[in-house]
């Protein structure tokens, strides 16, 4: 069964730091690109990074560029979200997805995690 | 950045009701465009890709078309579960963006 678990999220204050993790399984990891996809409480949802499969290429969006990095270990199969810098408006539920199509960095997402919540708040 | 329109942000629907929901990019996509449903609590799920393509176990009774900036999904006869969020995406280009949500509800 093709499935993605995320951990790692919790309540942090204003400028903390918070590292998310995503163990894959039931698939070739290292063949797909994957993303992190967030969605604020109450709201839609928010494309925020993407990795290649191989690790060499990275994509931001710009509200989280400069503050959060997106890694991945093919060895672990697994995906890495380190968040710094944390404001108010990053508190949402964080998804891990895969692609649709082996190699496409920017795609449709066909599995996503349960998600994990991040909570930034004093 | 694409930015992506949904239409219309709710509706009220009865079961064995024809439903369309619209989703207009800012610039032609190609076709490269995804929905999903999400229901409360829940991950969001992939309905339909490639503005047409219907996700593997996805019943027929969802379809999408359109092409260029305009593209629609179609739930041919309403059913119980059906009653959730939908969301397009666009994957044209980096960043790929989503519209805002069509919630159907039950009339």
């Known amino acids: 069964e093709v499935q993605l678990v995320e951990s790692g999220g919790g309540l942090v204050q204003p400028g903390g730091s918070l590292r998310l993790s995503c163990a894959a399984s039931g698939f070739t990891f290292s063949s797909y690109a994957m993303s992190w996809v967030r969605q604020a409480p109450g709201k839609g949802l928010e494309w925020v990074s993407a990795?290649?499969?191989?690790?060499?290429?990275?994509y931001y969006a710009d509200s989280v560029k400069g503050r959060f990095t997106i890694s991945r270990d093919n060895s672990k199969n697994t995906l890495y979200l380190q968040m710094n810098s944390l404001r108010a408006e990053d508190t949402a539920v964080y998804y891990c997805?895969?692609?649709?199509?082996?190699?496409?960095?920017?795609?449709?997402?066909?599995?996503w995690g349960q998600g994990t919540m991040v909570t930034v708040s004093s | 950045d694409i930015q992506m329109t949904q239409s219309p942000s709710s509706l009220s629907a009865s079961v064995g009701d024809r439903v369309t929901i619209t989703c207009r990019a800012s610039?032609?996509?190609?076709?490269?465009l995804a929905w999903y449903q999400q229901k409360p609590g829940k991950a969001p799920k992939l309905l339909l890709y490639a503005a047409s393509r219907l996700e593997s176990g996805v019943p027929s009774r969802f379809s999408g078309s359109g092409s260029g900036t305009d593209y629609t999904l179609t739930i041919s006869s309403l059913q119980p579960e059906d009653f959730a969020t939908y969301y397009c995406?666009?994957?044209?280009?980096?960043?790929?963006?989503f519209g805002q949500g069509t919630k159907v509800e039950i009339k």
């Open positions: 610039q032609g996509i190609s076709n490269s």
């Open positions: 990795i290649s499969g191989s690790g060499g290429s990275t």
């Open positions: 995406q666009h994957y044209y280009s980096t960043p790929p963006t």
């Open positions: 997805v895969k692609v649709v199509v082996i190699n496409n960095p920017i795609d449709a997402f066909d599995i």
